[in-house]
């Protein structure tokens, strides 16, 4: 059974063809597969986008993809990030995103996850990393709102387990409201799903 | 909006702190309960699509899920994933070892409050409460047989970041007697939880149970 029907970015991440081996086991999962791709589209085609704009979610999602140096994945969001920045429509000072983005990843890409338990029994296993943040110079070309999302997102890539009340007021304070922060969220975190279910079923390929 | 149904005890846009909360500061099979740091949508302002995006309506009363709401869409998208990666077990790997691998995520990323709730669905579908307790006492690395220990290594391989999982990973789990299904199922159980521990991590936090 085939059943690649609208375009899957899964199946295009892993060069999927219909019937092969990853074709016919996704497709006895239908209903995940349908969704990874409904989640896909929930956060990069939305029908309500708010006030997170097209340019965010992708300058987002090519530094994510980036950090995790998982090389279909990380084209695919630079590629789609490049034509978003040159559309047409996207704001002028959106130009050099594509460049700014790739320039903070080389500067925040390491190894996770770790960082620092609450205070206790687990202290023992605190971690020391890297504590990412967009250096100052460089805040003016990515604007003080994508510089707060990155910050953020380097957080939830990394040291997820240090998130805090203050991080999410540093994401109020650069202009993200409650709803924006919880879209936000939402996008790192399918990133990192997305990006492992690629990486793992390429190797069952 | 200005009706709420609740009073204004917080402006929505600012983060709520929880000064005197009691803060679990281990890994358990105990219920934990989990408190935001934003405030959740108030059902007063939920319409159509928000509604939709709970899947469950009696979600509108978890905190979490309600928070969540406020990008409905997305919220659907992910839990409709969440319910067929975990529930659908009409083929595949058994629930326990799904449940196994959300653990071990929910271990390694450092998520209490999920490895909690995942712990709990481990001991009941594996009867194996003292191995799982041991993974949450002792970590990843803790003794298991080899069947666990293959699937806690590659979720933790998939967890980590750059993913750290490799062809060894996935011979060892077919050495172990799961098939291309299984295998993808624990790859599936271990990515979501890459997912679901950002979320419960950085947008609220856990409470530990009231003592008895």
Not at chain 2, 69 to 74: F, K, S, V, Y
Request: aromatic share 6%.
């Amino acid at each position: 059974m085939t059943t690649i029907t609208p375009p899957d970015v899964i199946d295009e991440l892993l060069g999927v063809t219909p019937g092969s081996a990853i074709d016919e086991l996704r497709a006895r999962r239908p209903v995940t597969r349908a969704n990874a791709q409904a989640s896909y589209d929930a956060l990069f085609t939305p029908e309500h986008p708010g006030t997170v704009s097209a340019v965010e979610r992708l300058a987002v999602a090519a530094f994510v993809a980036g950090l995790h140096a998982s090389a279909p994945t990380e084209r695919y969001y630079a590629e789609q990030l490049l034509s978003a920045a040159a559309a047409p429509v996207a704001d002028e000072s959106a130009r050099a995103l594509p460049q700014a983005v790739a320039t903070e990843i080389a500067a925040a890409r390491t190894s996770g996850p770790y960082g620092a338990y609450p205070a206790g029994p687990l202290s023992v296993e605190d971690t020391e990393g890297l504590r990412y943040r967009v250096a100052p110079d460089r805040r003016d070309v990515l604007g003080v709102r994508l510089s707060a999302a990155l910050d953020h997102a380097h957080l939830l890539v990394f040291r997820p387990r240090e998130a805090s009340p203050a991080a999410l007021q540093a994401l109020l304070d650069a202009g993200w409201s409650t709803s924006d922060i919880v879209t936000l969220s939402q996008l790192v975190a399918f990133l990192t799903f997305q990006i492992r279910v690629v990486a793992g079923l390429e190797l069952l390929s | 909006m200005t009706t709420s149904s609740t009073p204004a005890a917080v402006a929505p846009e600012a983060v709520i702190e929880h000064a005197d909360l009691d803060r679990p500061v281990a890994f358990t099979q105990a219920e934990l309960g989990w408190v935001p740091w934003l405030e959740p949508l108030p059902e007063s302002e939920f319409e159509e699509r928000h509604w939709t995006g709970l899947v469950d309506a009696s979600r509108a009363k978890s905190p979490y899920f309600a928070l969540l709401a406020r990008d409905p869409e997305i919220l659907g998208a992910r839990t409709r994933t969440d319910k067929d990666i975990f529930y659908n077990t009409k083929e595949g790997l058994p629930r326990a070892e799904r449940e196994l691998a959300a653990t071990a995520t929910s271990r390694h990323n450092g998520c209490i409050f999920c490895a909690s709730v995942h712990s709990r669905f481990a001991s009941h579908h594996s009867k194996r409460g003292d191995d799982v307790q041991r993974l949450l006492d002792e970590g990843t690395d803790a003794a298991l047989d080899s069947r666990w220990r293959a699937i806690v290594d590659a979720s933790v391989a998939l967890a980590s970041t750059p993913v750290a999982l490799t062809a060894g990973h996935i011979a060892e789990l077919r050495a172990q007697g799961l098939d291309p299904l299984e295998i993808a199922d624990v790859i599936h159980g271990s990515a979501f939880f890459s997912w679901a521990n950002r979320l419960m991590l950085s947008l609220g936090e856990p409470e530990a149970p009231a003592t008895p």
